[in-house]
């Protein structure tokens, strides 16, 4: 390859057409702080590109995302914060409020850092409204791509895979991680300015 990929951002190995493209019931937004457009490890977008129910919406600390609160207010949609809160519901306690309501369960995800996720929250009383929910993931992240990458969290491709096994879709999450796994280890190459000896394109 000449030049990076305008897509994928890769330059020796271009990964476009090995992302999976899932028929999915997963409703997801994800309210993204602004450094991550930036970020050529944000994992996000890969979820957007797989997932047909993910959208992204831009954080601002100065106004709410008006088109995030229009899927928020969509009436069809059970809307819940994933972040962990003293108050926080389990998952299985949102997928039983969201049968209550008739509506099919709306996650909504920060992506940024933990550290820009706690900022997001704090400067965004309008997602005060929302209820919240902790996820309990049973496996350690395997994202290697940030430095200074905190314990017990996931990356956001990984908060969609968990979201996707909450949803009975192992099969759809077993792809996205397999992707994931890939992903890694080229982009590790790209950076080292080799493709990775073990892909198949």
Request: proline residues 5%; glycine residues 6%.
């Amino acid at each position: 390859m000449s030049g990076a990929c305008t897509n994928c951002g890769l330059r020796h190995q271009c990964l476009c057409d090995r992302i999976p493209q899932l028929r999915s019931q997963l409703h997801l937004s994800l309210l993204m702080h602004e450094s991550e457009y930036q970020r050529d490890t944000n994992t996000g977008r890969w979820l957007r590109a797989a997932v047909p129910g993910c959208q992204d919406f831009g954080w601002s600390r100065v106004e709410p995302s008006s088109g995030l609160q229009q899927r928020i207010a969509d009436p069809n949609l059970y809307s819940v914060l994933v972040y962990p809160d003293e108050q926080s519901l389990s998952p299985q306690q949102v997928l039983h409020q969201a049968r209550r309501a008739a509506q099919q369960p709306h996650f909504i995800v920060l992506d940024g850092t933990w550290q820009e996720a706690k900022k997001m929250v704090r400067k965004s009383p309008w997602l005060d409204t929302l209820p919240r929910m902790q996820l309990m993931p049973q496996q350690q992240s395997a994202y290697q791509l940030r430095r200074n990458q905190s314990d017990g969290h996931l990356c956001t491709l990984e908060v969609g895979c968990e979201l996707l096994q909450l949803l009975d879709e192992a099969d759809n999450a077993a792809q996205l991680m397999r992707f994931f796994t890939e992903f890694m280890q080229v982009f590790q190459a790209d950076k080292s300015g080799h493709r990775w000896s073990g892909g198949g394109n």
